[in-house]
Each structure stands twice: as structure tokens, then as C-alpha cells.
């Protein structure tokens, strides 16, 4: 066993000599996974989390671990639960693609805003949740929106400093990371980590594990794309944005997921189901354990509303 290096955020777990990841914990202020890489001479961090703080307890753990202070961190994409906590990687650079650096910049700043105004009143709501919230998210929920709140207004947003289009090798004494993007799928734009000699994907949140993938800002025939290339790389383990460590089904189930949703929404088109009718469908019952089951409605309409008539 190493040194003690949880936190009331997120705990560690070693996936190889030099290769962490940080699983969040419900209640915690971490809300996604990362993924700390010693390269040899350098540390590279991947995400940095929801919050300054949940971001500075990942910092010292990866110094830790490493015994280096983070050189990198990776921004998976633009939403804030993946990059807020940025701030706390002082002298780090920030890397991800042109495109998520495009879209912190003009969406960020709005989004934090926007939630800070309304998760006061969606935390209260908690208290007696509605039909359409699983009890067992509520603990997840409430770190999720405490830990926005007790950010400070001040937030400072760090962009990606460092950015690159398809692929971008960073290369240590011990090993080296790629990290890629076949594009948007989640979100405008999506980038992952391919740990080849450890067959390490660290995902994002293009694969989740246990969970409802986020489809409200995404493209899903074009995430099934880039799960369909991901496979090729044939990893063995995955870090999934969200849940626990997957392995080398995770990217199929997710492209499972993905497939299933498009196939209802083409269906209930050519059926001229209503889209107020459709987003109340039923979660399949092959989902009804995985988490956070709120994203299925606007899963169920962003499927339908980006389908192409008869396209499956
Ligand atoms: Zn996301």
C-alpha cells in the first residue's frame, strides 16, 4: 500500500506502477473521475473535477503519488464538472483540443453563472425529490450542486493553454500517454487518454460505467462513430467519466446504449409519436439500475430531435 492519498472526494485507485485513477465519491465535490499519470519526469492529471477544491486535493494526491507536482492537465471536454478545477493546477499547462478551448471560453463563464442562480432551489428540492429522480442519485446530486455553490463567485475558468486537433503524445522517461480526439460525441468536442503498453482508455465521459450516458449536448451518431474507433485501440481497462473502473465491454455497452437510443427515436419518428409523448418513454428495462435515469428524457429528445427520418 502506498501512502494514504483519498480524499472526502474522490478515492484512489492504483491501475498500474505510476497510473491512478480517482474515483468521485457521492457526496463529494469531485462529481467526475481522473486519471494521474507519472510519465517519468513528469505527472500528467486528466480532468481536474467540479470544484477549486475537490481540484486541490487531486493536485496533492497526484504530487503524492508522483512525487512531481502535475506539469499537465487534460480537459476531456467543456463541461464544467471535467475542468472547474483547473485553477487549483498551479503552473501546470492545460491541454485539450482547439475546440473544447473555443467552447470554455464563450460557455463557461455563462454556465457557472447560470448555476449558481438556480441549483439553490434544485438543492432545496431535494429534500422531497419528484417521480423523475431516483432516490439513490440524491446524495450524488447534492455534493454535485453544494460543491457549485461553495465555489467562489470568483471562480477563475483556465482554458486549455496547450491544444492540438487529432492527437497530441506526451512522452516521459517511463512511458507515454496519447491523448486523442475522433471528434465530438458527448459534446462539441471529446478527448481521451490511450495508455498503450498499460491498454488504458481513460474516457471521459464517451464511456461511462453503471451510468446514463449525457446525451442533452451531444451528437449520438457520431459518438457511436468514435466508440466504434475507440474499440479498435482494444484496451482491457477503462476510466469511465462517471461509475466505477470498466473494462473491455465498457465501450461496447456504451455504444449499446447509444445504438438503442437512436433506434427508439427513428422509431417514434416514423411512428409520428409526438416528442412531448416520447420523452416520457420508459427507461428500457435492461437500464433501470444505472444511475442518474434524469438524463434519460433529454436523452430520448436530443435523439429525436437530431434524427434524420428513417436513419436508425
Ligand atoms: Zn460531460
Known amino acids: 500500500m502506498g501512502p494514504p492519498t ?26 467526475s473521475n481522473s486519471a494521474i499519470v507519472d510519465l517519468g519526469g513528469a505527472t500528467v492529471v486528466f480532468d481536474s473535477t467540479l470544484t477549486p477544491m475537490a481540484g486541490a486535493a487531486l493536485r496533492r494526491a497526484a504530487e503524492r503519488l508522483t512525487g512531481t507536482a502535475p506539469s499537465f492537465v487534460v480537459n476531456s471536454h467543456w463541461h464544467g464538472d471535467h475542468h472547474w478545477g483547473n485553477s487549483a493546477f498551479v ?20 454556465l457557472f453563472r447560470s448555476w449558481r442562480r438556480e441549483l439553490p432551489k434544485e438543492l432545496a428540492s431535494l429534500r422531497h425529490p419528484g417521480p423523475g429522480v431516483d432516490r439513490r442519485d440524491v446524495p450524488e446530486l447534492r455534493g454535485w450542486f453544494r460543491g457549485v455553490l ?3 463567485a470568483t471562480l477563475r475558468i483556465v482554458p486549455p493553454g496547450v491544444t492540438f486537433d487529432d492527437e497530441l503524445v506526451l512522452t516521459g522517461r ?32 464517451l464511456a461511462l ?3 446514463h450516458l449525457s446525451v442533452g449536448d451531444g451528437y449520438p451518431a457520431e459518438w457511436i462513430r468514435i466508440l466504434g474507433r475507440m474499440l479498435r485501440l482494444r484496451a482491457d481497462r477503462v476510466v469511465p467519466g462517471h461509475g466505477a473502473l470498466g473494462d473491455a465491454r465498457t465501450l461496447e455497452r456504451s455504444r449499446e446504449y447509444l445504438r438503442d437510443l437512436e433506434r427508439r427515436a427513428a422509431d ?25 435515469s434524469l438524463m434519460y428524457p433529454d436523452n430520448l429528445v436530443r435523439a429525436y430531435r437530431l434524427g434524420t427520418t428513417g436513419a436508425g
Open 6 to 31: 483519498g480524499s472526502r472526494h474522490f478515492r484512489i485507485e492504483r491501475l498500474a506502477d505510476g497510473v491512478y485513477a480517482a474515483f468521485a465519491r457521492p457526496g463529494g465535490f469531485a462529481l
Open 91 to 110: 503552473g501546470a499547462h492545460v491541454v485539450s483540443t482547439r475546440r473544447v478551448r473555443e467552447v470554455i471560453v464563450e460557455k463557461s463563464r455563462p
Open 150 to 152: 461553495a465555489t467562489p
Open 174 to 205: 517511463r512511458r507515454s500517454v496519447r491523448l486523442l480526439s475522433y471528434g465530438g460525441g458527448h459534446s462539441p468536442s471529446d478527448v481521451f487518454a490511450f495508455l498503450p503498453d498499460e491498454r488504458i482508455v481513460v474516457a471521459g465521459d
Open 209 to 211: 460505467v453503471g451510468y
Open 268 to 292: 417514434a419518428r416514423r411512428r409520428a409519436v409526438p416528442l412531448r409523448v416520447f420523452r416520457r418513454a420508459a427507461v428500457p428495462e435492461r437500464y433501470r439500475e444505472w444511475r442518474f
